[in-house]
Structures are given as C-alpha cells and as structure tokens.
C-alpha cells in the first residue's frame, strides 16, 4: 500500500501503475505516523519508506523505517535503513535479502543442532557398551568441519541475483560487486596508499 500528500488522482494512478491494492492519498504531514499506526492495528507489519522531514515520525513508527539516502537528515537518522540510490527497487531487494538471510539461519541452526545430537553423546561414550567412541581427536575435525559446512552454507548467500527489470535483464543502474571486483579496488586502493 502507499501512503502520500499527493492528490488521489496522482495516487491512484501511480497505485495502479506499481500495482498497489491500497493506497491512502491527501495525507498531511502530520498526520502519517497516525495512518501508520492505523495500518499496524490490522496486525500488519509496516515498513515505511520515506525521505522527507515530515517522513520521520512515521519512519519511527513503523516496524521498519527505510529512508532514501538521498533525503533529509532527520528521516536518515529516524530510519532502520538507508536506501543509497533512489531506486524503489531496493526495498524489494531488502526484503528478499531478509528473508533469503532468515533461511540461512534456519539451515545453519539446523546443521549445527543436528551436528550437536549426533556428536555430544558419540564423545561422552553413549555407544561404549558396542564399542563405537569418538576420539577427542575425530571429534576435533568434526567440529571444524561442522563450522565449515556452516561458514560455506553462509557465503551462499551471496550467490542471489539481484531485482531485475522487465525482461530477465539486470537493471542497467545496478552495480556488479562481485567478489574479485571488490577485492581488485581494495588491492588497487592498497597498492596506491590510500
């Protein structure tokens, strides 16, 4: 849904072009921290993405404030998040990155508790009595190898493509940080001294 001073006209029509349901049009400045509150008391999580000085409450109440960059000092400091361009787009690539993180942790905590179960009780002697026991020594390369499966299963994020246009293409804006490009700029801002 969108929440905007514009008039309903305006408001309708770029709803309708983003593909919004909902939209709240002629909001006063004052008055968009209440509408906020009025959307969370339909037990919906509110994030709120705005730029201005009269953004900030609003930024504040919501369950998560994402300011633009590019706005108002006070709507920057107010918000949970920082957008550094000005392209709408970013929102939706936070939310499939917080949600594509929170299905990394699961999996990670899932492997690690797993590893645990099997693990600590092999090494405290469970199965001594059919002679199966884990030395200090295997159990020291299980463990290292458990944090390794983790640390491995954790870069796979990064892996994720980012919001694309219309037409598979990646945004013609979007930046390309791969990993060897960035370890290229550091090396090159190392080698330079600066």
């Keep these: ?34 509408k906020v509150k009025e959307v969370q008391s339909r037990g919906v999580l509110v994030a709120m993405t705005g730029d201005g000085v009269n953004d900030a409450p609003a930024l504040a109440q919501a369950g998560v404030g994402i300011a633009i960059g590019a706005g ?4 920057v400091e107010t918000a949970d ?34 590893y645990n179960v099997v693990a600590i009780p092999l090494a405290a002697g469970i199965l001594y009595a059919w002679a ?11 463990m290292s190898a458990s944090t390794v499966i983790v640390a491995i299963n954790a870069r796979l994020l990064r892996l994720k ?25 550091v090396s090159t801002t190392i080698n330079k001294g600066t």
């Design 1 to 34: 849904m969108m929440l905007t001073g514009d008039n309903k006209a305006t408001a309708k029509w770029v709803s309708d072009q983003v593909g919004l349901n909902e939209y709240f049009a002629e909001v006063l400045p004052q008055d968009k921290a209440a």
């Design 72 to 75: 108002s000092d006070v709507a």
């Design 81 to 114: 998040v920082i957008l550094v361009r000005s392209n709408p787009m970013d929102v939706v690539a936070i939310v499939q990155l917080s949600r594509a993180t929170y299905r990394k942790m699961i999996q990670n905590l899932f492997w690690a508790t797993g």
């Design 132 to 142: 199966v026991l884990l030395s200090p020594a295997v159990g020291a390369v299980l």
């Design 161 to 185: 493509k980012s919001p694309s246009t219309e037409g598979g293409e990646e945004a013609p804006d979007e930046p390309k940080q791969t990993e060897s490009r960035i370890q290229k700029n």
